[in-house]
T-cell receptor, first 115, second 110 residues
Framework: ETGVTQTPRHLVMGMTNKKSLKCEQH?????MYWYKQSAKKPLELMFV???????ENNSVPSRFSPECPNSSHLFLHLHTLQPEDSALYLC??????????????FGEGSRLTVL | GDSVTQMEGPVTLSEEAFLTINCTYT??????LFWYVQYPGEGLQLLLK?????DKGSNKGFEATYRKETTSFHLEKGSVQVSDSAVYFC?????????FGTGTRLQVFP
């Protein structure tokens, strides 16, 4: 199995729908991240979890709700999204704690389209 | 706040051409610097890194030197291949934050 797996790879939803993105890592890491990748914008950090505890919420709107039930799984629950939320959502994992030698391992991403 | 600025793409090259992708940064203190690469349909993966001034990171024929005097970390490769076509992200780590640039798309044609 690949190190970091994201499902679904593609998701189309209406503004009133509720859906979830799932991420699973098989690398034994204790930190997990959600990033948003939009065209011509820097990669945006959304949430960070260390040992299942949320340690970063980068001013993300409440229509995005993360969940980390254990160190291997991370979810992003979506509800009442806006068209501008359409983007590629990337999950990543690393050893717990940010260090100067930090290396993040990314999944392939979930391409979200909000109609 | 800290930030990373990359040249806009796409960068279009013929195979075996020389590659430079510019990256400059703004940061207080002494950040670590990284290049990540995203191949089509894949997630980002670490390409190379440098943790202090004058360090040179290298991997797969790519190199970048941490230049504190010019606050730059330009990515270079002497002879690109079609398989190098990807999006390249410059990033810095400083004060517990990892900050990415916008990414630069490289297209290499045979």
């Amino acid at each position: 199995e690949t190190g970091v797996t994201q499902t679904p790879r593609h998701l189309v939803m209406g503004m009133t729908n509720k859906k979830s993105l799932k991420c699973e890592q098989h690398l034994g890491h204790n930190a997990m991240y959600w990033y948003k990748q939009s065209a011509k914008k820097p990669l945006e950090l959304m949430f960070v979890y260390n040992f299942k505890e949320q340690t970063e919420n980068n001013s993300v709107p409440s229509r995005f709700s993360p969940e980390c039930p254990n160190s291997s799984h991370l979810f992003l629950h979506l509800h009442t999204l806006q068209p501008e939320d359409s983007a590629l959502y990337l999950c990543a994992s690393s050893q717990a704690g940010l260090t100067p030698l930090l290396e993040l391992f990314f999944g392939e991403g979930s391409r979200l389209t909000v109609l | 706040g800290d930030s990373v600025t990359q040249m806009e793409g796409p960068v279009t090259l013929s195979e075996e051409a020389f590659l430079t992708i510019n990256c400059t940064y703004t940061a207080t203190g002494y950040p670590s610097l990284f290049w990540y690469v995203q191949y089509p349909g894949e997630g980002l993966q670490l390409l190379l890194k440098a943790t202090k001034a004058d360090d040179k990171g290298s991997n797969k024929g790519f190199e970048a030197t941490y230049r504190k005097e010019t606050t730059s970390f330009h990515l270079e490769k002497g002879s690109v291949q079609v398989s190098d076509s990807a999006v390249y992200f410059c990033a810095l780590y400083n004060t517990d934050k990892l900050i990415f640039g916008t990414g630069t798309r490289l297209q290499v044609f045979p």
